[in-house]
Every structure is written in C-alpha cells, then in structure tokens.
T-cell receptor, first 113, second 111 residues
Framework: DAKTTQPNSMESNEEEPVHLPCNHSTISGTDYIHWYRQLPSQGPEYVIHGLTSNVNNRMASLAIAEDRKSSTLILHRATLRDAAVYYC??????????????FGQGTRLTINP | DSGVTQTPKHLITATGQRVTLRCSPR?????VYWYQQSLDQGLQFLIQYYNGEERAKGNILERFSAQQFPDLHSELNLSSLELGDSALYFCASSGQSRGYTFGSGTRLTVV
C-alpha cells in the first residue's frame, strides 16, 4: 500500500479557509486519492476523492499537484463541526471488489471559535 | 443514516466470552470491511469480504473470525475476549464507483 504523510495536527479559526496537506511521493499512476474524516465517536465520513484533476464538492475541494506526489484538502470556510481527524488515503484502481482503505494517523484539525 | 447498519451499538461482556457483531451493508454494495479502533488509536483494518468471499485480511487475531452471508450482511465473531479487545468496531461497505460508507460502529467493552 502506497503511504501518505500528514501533519499530526493543525489549528484554524472558524469561518477561515483551511488547507490540509498530504504527501504521497510513492503514488502510482492508477492510485486514487481519498479524503475521509472522523468526528469524535463516529465512523469515518467520506469527504472527497480524485485521480488527477482538482475536484470540488459541497464539502471541500481537492487540489492535486501536477506530479501527483502531494495533494491538499481545502475547507473553504471552516465551522466548529469541521473539527475532526482527516485522513488522506491512496487506493489502487481495480475493476471488481474494491480495495480496503488503509488509515494512517491522519491530521487532527482543531477549529477555534 | 449512512446506509450501513451495525448492531448492537454497545456491548459489555466479560473476559473469556464470545460475541457477534453484525453489519448490514448499503444496498447494492458487495464489499464489506471490518475495522477496529482502540482508545486513541487509529483504525486498524481487520478483514474484507466481497460477495461472500474473503478478499483481504489485515491484523485480525486468530480468536476473531468473520463471514459474509448470501444476503450480503456480515458478522464479526470475537471469542475468548480479553480486556485489550475493548474497542470500537466499524463496518464499511463499498460498491462499484460508489465509494466507501462506514457504519456508526459497535462499542465493545470487555470487563
């Protein structure tokens, strides 16, 4: 499984943008980049995923470097509800059966009121 | 409601006992995954089933076993329980091009 490196923790203020970095220098050409988050005492929640191009959805944006060796999850206006552990995960593309998600330690995001 | 249902939500049992955790995947998903999360620890992958067959195995103890039934629900069996088995156990499911969805977990306390 290709590895990812994330900062252990980050802190931001409410209503400000947050940029969560992830390094994945050993990514292969068919690896997808996933972001999940886990709020306290809850199961992980899907945030966003991408392959090569930048992606946007209602929760966040994913900016992928041109060489795909790093990516950044962008929360445009953080709220207190965004305080969670954020995981950056790589999965290889396979046709059937999907691939297990391998979680690292993630980044614990603290949002200050 | 994520679409993945786990029962029970809480379970308290004694050391040496056996318990069964149940997971109903999101409708249409063929893959089911089990994870363990101990206090302040990361999510550890235990095992994956795809359409009834074991697909991948992680750090699952020999005292633990799982299966996926024809209706695609899955059960995780934990036996000879030890205090260290106390944890949150999450089930997730995935389908073709549908991403992964996690349940709300079963909190197991071994006393």
């Amino acid at each position: 499984d290709a590895k990812t490196t994330q900062p252990n923790s980050m802190e931001s203020n409410e209503e400000e943008p947050v940029h969560l970095p992830c390094n994945h220098s050993t990514i292969s050409g068919t690896d997808y980049i996933h972001w999940y988050r886990q709020l306290p005492s809850q199961g992980p929640e899907y945030v966003i995923h991408g392959l090569t191009s930048n992606v946007n959805n209602r929760m966040a944006s994913l900016a992928i470097a041109e060489d795909r060796k790093s990516s950044t999850l962008i929360l445009h206006r953080a709220t207190l509800r965004d305080a969670a552990v954020y995981y950056c995960i790589l999965t290889p593309f396979i046709i059937q059966g999907a691939q297990k998600l391998v979680f690292g330690q993630g980044t614990r995001l603290t949002i200050n009121p | 409601d994520s679409g993945v249902t786990q029962t029970p939500k809480h379970l308290i049992t004694a050391t040496g006992q056996r318990v069964t955790l149940r997971c109903s995947p999101r409708s249409g998903d063929l893959s089911v995954y089990w994870y363990q999360q101990s206090l302040d620890q990361g999510l550890q992958f235990l095992i994956q089933y795809y359409n009834g067959e074991e697909r991948a195995k992680g750090n699952i103890l020999e005292r633990f076993s799982a299966q996926q039934f024809p209706d695609l629900h899955s059960e995780l069996n934990l036996s000879s329980l030890e205090l260290g088995d106390s944890a949150l156990y999450f089930c997730a499911s995935s389908g073709q091009s549908r991403g992964y969805t996690f349940g709300s977990g079963t909190r197991l306390t071994v006393v």
